[in-house]
């Protein structure tokens, strides 16, 4: 039988008559789903998820080529016969979507008991549709037959969508609620994409069915424009695959939006009529072909700088680790040789000390020279390692502070007197200022800052071969600020060096002009322990040969 | 054996009932023809009720025409696949299995609609 009112159509697809729309609507987002799904899927083609795409893309294509079909042909037998498949296959999509973005959530298949629930929702579909209960006959004289599809029937699979759509909607919720950063934009990009499609297709379908049917509308073309919910659906996958390589795909995703972008201008030739249009359609393609390749060389160019980039962050987060550990190996090695040494060094020191004092008797005076480098050495020895362990207990966090208020001036005093007789040996003279507006009281570990002052000038001493060392002890109320500078001058700074001084094992190159030994961790110390009693350490010097100043400042309490 | 039914059970049978669909819609709708067809028949509004229908945009002409059902099969035996030549496709013979005509009747189609003349003779 022929539909009598209509031409027959050319190249089985065209024919005249129709709404503008149509071809617009339906070979351009068809191209689009197919080129997305078969990417997708030569992209991985033993993904899960890749597969499911594939599968909703076929069927998407398929239900448009036999919709496209219906409207153009005018044999009944072909019409019909696509007609029945029409519905099983939105009922398959719908099921597949739910299957899709189950696999996309949980990274895993479905439950067998899910599987089966779904396939017992769509088996009636597949086994009705050829059978009088879902089509009974055609209407040559409109070319359709919408008025001998039983509703309920069309119903039944319409629902399917709208369960696919709660359910769908209710994974999306439950995920998102628990999904962080790019996951969860993923998610909410996922989500909007095939809740549209969904919404689109089923609900503007159903509805121009059911309107054309009870003859609201004179034929279903309101259906066309629920098709543009694929190419929504498919513009947010192919942005996911740029944007988080969604389906574990990276570099050539930007050349398939391009090409599908470029299908759908071109789709523009089927249904322009007039010269102009033509003309503009022709420019457009022109434009868009251009712009398409500086995209595609961009986007190339910048996927492949971040992918370098992401390599390198995940080397340099391994090395990073690596070297956290060894540090930390290496510290707490320190911490147990450290002890290990200590405990007989005191023992040394102890019996250096009973030596000289005669307690075993008057030593010769070559004797008493001997012990007496026996007594320097291990002093400078024990020193050290106090530096060493102290450097562990900053490092493993073990450090304590036991904070009090106390007169910052009077400590430094003390120090200064304690340094005085270690200075005048080595032929330095240390002098004692303060400027204090206010008293000079200082909320922190007296012990600690005690160390820090004594390491301050102590560093002054080993690096100044000859003159002063003066300690100057003022405050700055605005900023309530209390400052200890101890003014040198020694052997100076480079100005790039100053920084580096602070660190661990760091000496200034000219550090060995004056033959001292040191370990480079005192500043260090000193550095740490003022910074986590809200204070800080700073040095400044004019230059190599002019002397350093090293500042202590704390926070002024009154 | 046993792995690929456990493995694709679900996919199988749902492949299984696709082809079933395909081959029973393409053996009942184009091989068998089994379904109805509705078209207009031929009417004379001075001696039936007719439907009447604009026969252009503007609607300065009309034309009448009764509701046909029939079986395809048998509709395509008679006539071929176009009935628009065919006179036998516009009277259901007496050895029709399904066949009806249908006249258009104000009370259920409106009084606009259904144009009949057979007073005015």
Known sequence: ?558 | MSSFCKNYFFSSITIILLLLLVGASYVRFIHLQDYLVSYEGTCDPYSESCFEECDNPECTETYFYTLIERHATELYQFCGPDVSECDTAYECQENAGVCSITYCDPEIDGEDTCVSLTEEL
């Open chain 1, 1 to 558: 039988m022929i539909c009598y009112y209509f031409d027959a159509p050319t190249y089985f697809l065209f024919a005249s008559d129709l709404p503008e729309l149509l071809y617009y609507s339906h070979i351009p987002v068809m191209a689009v789903a197919l080129i997305v799904g078969f990417f997708v899927f030569f992209n991985g083609r033993n993904v899960l998820l890749n597969k499911l795409l594939l599968l909703i893309s076929l069927c998407f294509a398929l239900w448009t080529f036999f919709n496209l079909i219906t409207w153009t042909n005018i044999d009944t037998t072909l019409i019909l016969f696509v007609w029945s498949l029409m519905g099983p296959l939105q009922a398959i999509l719908s099921i597949l979507c739910i299957y899709f973005i189950h696999v996309f959530l949980t990274k895993k298949d479905l439950p067998k008991k899910i599987k089966a629930l779904l396939l017992v929702l769509i088996s009636p579909v597949l086994i009705f549709a050829p059978t009088n209960l879902a089509l009974q006959g055609f209407d040559i004289t409109w070319c359709d037959a919408f008025s001998y599809e039983n509703q309920t029937f069309v119903l039944y699979y319409t629902a399917l969508g709208l369960l696919a759509m709660i359910w769908i909607g209710v994974m999306l919720v439950k995920y998102y609620r628990v999904a962080t950063g790019q996951a969860r934009r993923q998610i909410l990009f996922m989500g909007v994409g095939i809740e549209l499609f969904l919404l689109f297709f089923f609900a503007l379908v159903y509805l121009a069915g059911l309107l054309t049917n009870i003859g609201v509308f004179q034929d279903s073309r309101w259906e066309m424009y629920g098709l543009f919910g694929m190419a929504i659906f498919m513009t947010i996958m192919g942005f996911m695959i740029v944007r988080f390589k969604t389906f574990a795909i990276a570099t050539q995703a930007s050349q398939v939006l391009v090409v599908a972008l470029l299908v759908l201008v071109a789709s523009q030739f089927t249904f322009v009529t007039t010269t102009t249009s033509t003309i503009l359609t022709s420019v457009t393609l022109l434009l868009t072909s251009f712009a398409g390749l500086i995209i595609v060389r961009s986007v190339k160019k910048e996927v492949r700088q971040r992918e370098e980039i992401e390599e390198l962050a995940v080397s340099l987060k391994k090395a990073n680790k690596r070297l956290k550990e060894l540090d930390q190996r290496k510290s707490e090695f320190v911490s147990i040789a450290s002890h290990q040494l200590r405990s007989p060094l005191t023992s040394i020191r102890g019996y250096a000390s009973m030596l000289l004092e005669c307690s075993y008797g008057k030593l010769s005076k070559k004797a008493t020279e001997a012990v007496s480098r026996i007594a320097d050495s291990s002093t400078h020895m024990t020193s050290s390692i106090e530096d060493y362990l102290n450097v562990s207990r900053i490092e493993a966090g073990n450090m304590k502070y036991e904070l009090s208020d106390f007169n910052l001036k009077v400590e430094t005093e003390h120090v200064a007197d304690d340094k005085r007789k270690e200075a005048i040996k080595e032929g330095l003279l240390v002098t004692f200022k303060s400027n204090l507006t206010k008293q000079g009281i200082v909320n922190a570990d007296i012990g600690k800052t005690r160390q820090i002052i004594h390491n301050l000038v102590n560093n002054s001493i080993k690096y100044t071969p000859r003159g002063t060392i003066t300690i100057y002890v003022h405050d700055d109320t605005k900023k309530k600020k209390v400052y200890v500078d101890i003014i040198d001058s020694g052997i100076g700074i480079q100005s790039d060096e100053i920084d580096d001084i602070f660190g661990k094992f760091e000496r200034a190159h000219n550090a060995n002009q004056t033959n001292v030994t040191g370990t480079g961790l005192g500043l260090f110390v000193a550095r740490k322990m003022a910074r986590k009693m809200n204070g800080d350490v700073t040095a400044e010097s004019k230059g190599v040969g002019h002397g350093s100043t090293f500042r202590l400042e704390m926070p002024l309490v009154k």
